[in-house]
């Protein structure tokens, strides 16, 4: 990996990138491999690879005292886990949502013919403004779908009082959020709900997987069911219901990854203190913060881009990067509503999204874990800062390019 010194040397202009294409993004973290790998071999000896096996009972359990919540309930990823929590809690008409999230947020609604209304977010903390909530309520609202966008938690108090004012039901969508902290209290135990991915991109994953958390007793048996067809006996099937079952194997990496979760906080924290070290100062260039009181996974190194400051658009950095074969992404662009089947059903959504519009031209996401060592990091800020102090004579370069 050799450091650029000059702008003309990056690789968008020599097609010579810092990074070959195997050291390109952040991989999924894998825990001890041994161990995951005794535990395959006593499913396979076993043979019960799903249906409520012994490991993801384990799992359950484990993760469920972890957070600190009576009920964990493993599924085979976080969006069945949304539309099995929302149905779960009975919503229906239209529910409320950020348009600032990964499209299996709304999705996980209109899926059941349940309209996201799109609701614009504090440009600060990038989670859902309690204001705009509660002015987007109408008479056909049920409920508040909320994200901790980054893990970072949301209006968790505000929000909770206007659906308890209001009558609505309640669900926070914490596919980021495993982890971390609201005021001392677990992630995961907040609203009627909550909602946990385990996907191969996040820093805790069972290769696909989720969960849905709850206190509420009642709810947790209707979802177990809900998860298994249905069924709340062997012939016996009380619900509609769906397949939404974790897997054995899953469950093992998942036991592999809760064992190795302190070690992968603790490179994802030393990693985004290298990136605010290595990028401090630079105009136009901030991370996001994160409440060092609070427990936090740090997956996500997010930095936000003052075109204006920088001289280099968010867009021209993420191509300037991707050049250099290190996978920036523009999460989360566009904005949901700029999406099929929003944007052709709610056209005009964007009037009442400005922040949420401005933001979603801002953002990027840089890689993270424990593929990303302090050599990465150094060559990825040296490129970032590159371009950022020839904003100008990059522009231009690329504009000659075409
Ligand atoms: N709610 C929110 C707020 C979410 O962010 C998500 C998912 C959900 C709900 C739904 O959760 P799940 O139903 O997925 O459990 C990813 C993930 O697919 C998705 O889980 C995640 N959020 C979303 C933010 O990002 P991509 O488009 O980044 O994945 P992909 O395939 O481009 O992977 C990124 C890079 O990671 C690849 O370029 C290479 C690397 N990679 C990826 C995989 C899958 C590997 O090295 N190994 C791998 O196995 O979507």
């Known amino acids: 990996m050799k450091a650029k010194n000059t702008v003309d040397e990056l690789g968008i202009f020599t097609g010579k990138p810092i990074f070959n294409e195997a050291q390109v993004v952040g991989r999924p973290n894998v ?129 909770t009082a206007i659906a308890n004012r209001r009558g609505l039901k309640l669900i926070f969508d914490a596919a980021h959020a495993f982890a971390c902290s609201h005021k001392g209290q677990m992630i995961g135990s907040f609203g009627d709900a909550e909602v946990f991915s385990f996907h191969a991109t996040k820093f805790f994953n069972t290769f696909e997987g989720g ?64 990136y605010r070290e290595r990028l401090a100062g630079l105009r136009g260039v901030r991370l996001i913060d994160y409440d060092g009181a609070e427990k936090c996974n740090y997956q996500y190194i997010v930095a936000e881009i003052d075109e204006d400051l920088a001289g280099v658009s968010r867009d021209q950095l993420v191509d300037v990067l991707h050049k250099e074969n290190v996978l920036a992404r523009r999460y989360f662009y566009p904005g949901c ?21 401005r933001l979603a031209d801002r953002v990027m996401s840089l890689p993270n874990g424990t593929s990303v060592g302090p050599a990465a990091i150094d060559a990825i800020c040296g490129v970032i800062r590159l371009a950022v102090t020839n904003g100008k004579k990059l522009r231009h370069m690329l504009q000659v390019q075409g």
């Open 31 to 159: 825990g001890n491999s041994e161990d995951f790998l005794a535990r395959v071999n006593d499913i396979l000896e076993r043979r019960w690879f799903t249906n409520n096996g012994k490991y993801v009972q384990e799992f359950e359990k484990r993760m469920a005292e972890y957070i600190g919540v009576k009920h964990c309930i493993a599924m085979c990823n976080a969006t069945v886990a949304l539309e099995i929590a929302i149905r779960g809690v009975g919503m229906t008409g239209e529910v409320i949502v950020p348009s600032f999230t990964f499209v299996a947020t709304p999705h996980s609604l209109q899926w059941q013919q349940i309209t996201p209304v799109f609701c614009d977010i504090d440009p600060t903390t990038h989670n859902l403004d309690p204001l705009c909530v509660e002015k987007m309520i109408t008479p056909r609202t049920t409920g508040i779908l909320a994200v901790h966008v980054w893990g970072r938690p949301c209006a968790i108090e505000e929000l």
């Open 337 to 357: 509503h700029q999406m099929e089947p929003y944007c052709s059903y709610f056209p005009h959504a964007g009037l009442l999204l400005p922040n949420t519009e």
């Open 211 to 274: 969960a849905v958390a709850t206190n509420d007793d009642d709810l947790a048996v209707k979802i177990r069911r809900m998860k298994n067809f249905g069924f709340a006996g062997y012939d016996n099937v009380d619900y509609i219901g769906t397949n939404g079952k974790m897997s054995e194997m899953s469950a093992a990496m998942g036991l592999t990854s809760l064992e190795g979760l302190e070690g992968f906080i603790d490179v994802n924290r030393r990693n985004y203190e290298l």
